[in-house]
């Protein structure tokens, strides 16, 4: 079965950084992509961007380029997002998403637990 | 960048309730249109895609129709487990947004 389990909470100081792991399992690695979403605490989901695990290719949402990094590591299976310039507003808990087409359709079936980054002075 | 509106953004429901929770699109999306429900501390889990297909596994009670812009779910007779919150999602394209939530809360 698939799992996808992501790194442990963080706690960072304004200005730093943070790298979060998505580590998956019970599929072919490089068939799929993954898409990072987060969530401040009370509020609704962003999406921050995508990666394909099979070249490497990304695309990330306009208000976090050049603050975000997604990379992947197929010997390990696991997918990496690095934020940057922390900030008080980045405080929330961020997902990893392994994306699957249905069809035409793309969908977010397949969650990690969710890692819940704080940035705090 | 498309941008999903949800209304409303909150509402009470009793058990057995007839639930709707629209979705528009800021332009068209033809169908590419996922219903997620979130419960407290968990991970969204998908209820809808292609705006009314119903993923394997989720009760015949959640419905979801629309094409364009406006888009609804609609859960037939509220049940305990129902009340969370429900997001819509655009997957037509990237960024891939999602609506803003509905709480569904106990009347």
């Known amino acids: 079965q698939v799992q996808l389990v992501q790194s442990g909470g963080e706690v960072k100081k304004p200005g730093a950084s943070v790298k979060v792991s998505c580590k998956a399992s019970?599929?072919?690695?490089?068939?799929?992509?993954f898409s990072w979403v987060r969530q401040a605490p009370g509020q609704g989901l962003e999406w921050m961007g995508w990666?394909?695990?099979?070249?490497?290719?990304?695309n990330y949402a306009q208000n976090l380029q050049g603050r975000v990094t997604m990379t992947t590591d197929t010997s390990t299976s696991t997918a990496y997002m690095e934020l940057r310039s922390l900030r008080s507003d980045d405080t929330a808990v961020y997902y990893c998403?392994?994306?699957?087409?249905?069809?035409?359709?793309?969908?977010?079936?397949?969650w990690g637990q969710g890692t819940l980054v704080t940035v705090s002075s | 960048d498309i941008q999903m509106t949800q209304s409303p953004s909150s509402l009470s429901a009793s058990v057995g309730d007839r639930v709707t929770i629209t979705c528009r699109a800021s332009?068209?999306?033809?169908?590419?249109l996922n219903w997620y429900q979130q419960k407290i501390g968990k991970a969204p889990k998908l209820l809808i895609y292609?705006?009314?297909s119903l993923q394997s596994g989720v009760p015949s009670r959640f419905s979801g129709s629309g094409s364009g812009t406006d888009f609804t779910l609609t859960i037939s007779s509220l049940q305990p487990e129902d009340f969370a919150t429900y997001f819509c999602?655009?997957?037509?394209?990237?960024?891939?947004?999602f609506g803003q939530g509905t709480k569904v809360e106990i009347k």
């Open positions: 332009q068209s999306i033809s169908s590419y």
């Open positions: 292609g705006a009314s």
């Open positions: 998403v392994r994306e699957s087409a249905y069809g035409d359709y793309i969908v977010f079936y397949y």
């Open positions: 990666i394909s695990a099979y070249n490497g290719n990304t």
């Open positions: 999602q655009q997957s037509y394209s990237t960024p891939r947004t």
């Open positions: 019970g599929y072919t690695f490089t068939s799929y992509g």
